[in-house]
């Protein structure tokens, strides 16, 4: 593993880490549901 695979890896790790706190007892199918529904809310 190059040293840019690992930060990416970490970097990864804390997003997921983060996604959880937000999302606890939710599938990843319903997490992204729900942040894809929020963007477009946004976008508008």
């Keep these: 593993m190059t040293q840019g695979e690992y930060i ?3 970097a990864q790790i ?3 880490k983060e996604v959880s706190l937000c ?3 939710k599938t990843i199918g ?3 549901q729900q942040m894809e529904s929020t963007a ?3 976008e508008k």
Aim: hydrophobic content about 45%; aromatic content about 6%.
């Design 8 to 10: 990416r890896l970490k």
């Design 30 to 32: 319903n997490i992204i």
């Design 14 to 16: 804390a997003v997921l």
């Design 23 to 25: 999302y606890s007892g």
């Design 40 to 42: 477009k809310e946004v």
